[in-house]
């Protein structure tokens, strides 16, 4: 039987077809350009081919192209009942997952990989920041990422892309020295993954390595296409550097041609959360941002996120809509925050909007109790050092000058956040 590079077998009695999913998988699984082109070529060579149509839904899914990730998932599902059970498993779990089944998948996913740890797809889902973990807001969600991650490494052993996997669940609960060890491996192994160069960024950026970390993500996407997946949150990494170094014209740059709404290579998720991040930490830092600038940001995140259901998304939903002075959307996150770290949003919200009216105590006192697990909310903590720094220009601004640089060294330690916010 035809496998994938993982042993895995393949439901397809075509080696074309075989090949060039295997080249799907490979450029997926390292944010690469041609995710696409392979699989059509897959499909061309074998209309039934159950792996492909499962990768084309997971892959439209990433990019919210919700309409074909249904129409894909459906396809496979038309042939799922004859299928073994490893694939019959494997179809069954990102329907639920593209039909918004989450809980019901998860349960699937960690029953199916006790049995096929190897099931790449499959374990990618529960990996990362982005993943069903990720999102999931639960206390203690990053810890939860790393015992599954080490759960899956005997599986995997060398391979390049769980390292990368790995490394990150190791940055995230502030095991560096680990992390550096396991990164250095997986871009040794696989040199040009858009992933593992993500992963190597974050590294620079907890160890507070702002000049080293644009140098090195700069010197490594020069040769990334801009239409690879991580193209745009990469960029975000160097804008953030930029702004860190005093380079605004680089960080405007950047913002203007990497992060712009009009990019459709960029995920919607993606797209809002950077962006609305590097604005208002811009703003943080004391460079002025022009309205117009809030009010795209505000536009994109009610045409792509129009009613809460990610509280990660939500908040920079809210930020947005906050910034742009911008009432009725933010009023409808404030009242209508959904998911597992709804309880999390409102305040956020209520904190953003008392900034932009410049109510500092207000700020301080509707954010404060997020602080104290706001990792339930999703994303980096890189990312969430946003929040770090709303507290900061709030105690900042009440000229709680000490306090402010108390926080920082408590909270974080080792990263570079002396210029994150003006006058800290």
């Known amino acids: 039987m035809l496998t994938d590079p993982y042993g895995n077998p393949l439901h397809t009695e075509s080696a074309q077809a075989a090949d060039a999913y295997n080249v799907a998988l490979y450029v997926y699984l390292d944010a690469l350009p041609g995710v ?6 897959a499909l061309a060579a074998d209309p039934q081919f159950v792996q492909a149509w499962v990768l084309k839904a997971r892959n439209a899914q990433v990019f919210a192209r919700m309409d074909e990730a249904r129409d894909s998932i459906a396809r496979a599902m038309q042939v799922a009942p004859v299928l073994p059970a490893q694939a019959a498993a494997h179809v069954a779990i990102f329907d639920h997952l593209i039909h918004g089944r989450a809980a019901q998948g998860y349960a699937m996913i960690r029953a199916h990989l006790l049995d096929y740890p190897r099931d790449t ?115 975000w990494h160097v804008a953030l ?68 259901a990610l509280g990660f998304a939500d908040i920079h939903a809210a930020l947005a809509h906050a910034m742009a002075g911008r009432d009725e959307p933010l009023i409808r996150i404030l009242e209508g925050a959904a998911g597992p770290s709804a309880d999390l949003v409102a305040p956020c919200a209520r904190a953003f909007r008392a900034m932009a009216a410049q109510d500092w105590a207000g700020a301080e006192a509707a954010i404060l109790p997020v602080m104290a697990d706001h990792a339930r909310l999703g994303g980096s903590r890189a990312q969430r050092d946003l929040l770090e720094y709303t507290l900061m220009s709030a105690l900042m601004r009440q000229g709680k000058t000490d306090e402010a640089r108390r926080l920082g060294i408590i909270r974080r330690p080792l990263t570079d956040h002396h210029h994150a916010v003006a006058g800290l």
């Open 121 to 235: 797809l499959v374990a990618q889902s529960v990996l990362g920041v982005f993943s069903l973990i990720g999102f999931s807001g639960q206390p203690g969600r990053e810890a939860a990422h790393l015992a599954v991650a080490e759960q899956l490494a005997p599986a995997y052993g060398d391979d390049g892309w769980f390292l990368g996997q790995l490394a990150f669940a190791q940055v995230e609960v502030g095991q560096l020295a680990q992390a550096e060890t396991t990164i250095d491996a997986a871009m040794a192994k696989r040199p040009r993954s858009g992933h593992g160069a993500h992963v190597r960024a974050h590294l620079f950026y907890e160890a507070g390595q702002t000049e080293q970390g644009r140098d090195y993500l700069s010197r490594w996407m020069a040769e990334y296409a801009r239409t690879g997946l991580m193209h745009g949150h990469n960029a």
């Open 36 to 41: 696409e082109d392979a699989l059509d070529r």
């Open 241 to 308: 550097w930029s702004l860190a170094m005093g380079d605004t014209d680089a960080m405007w740059a950047i913002a203007d041609t990497d992060l712009s709404p009009e990019r459709a290579e960029v995920p919607p998720l993606n797209l809002l959360t950077d962006l609305a991040s590097l604005l208002w930490r811009a703003e943080m830092a004391g460079v002025t941002v022009p309205p117009a600038r809030w009010a795209q940001v505000s536009d994109y995140a009610a045409r792509c996120f129009p009613s809460p």
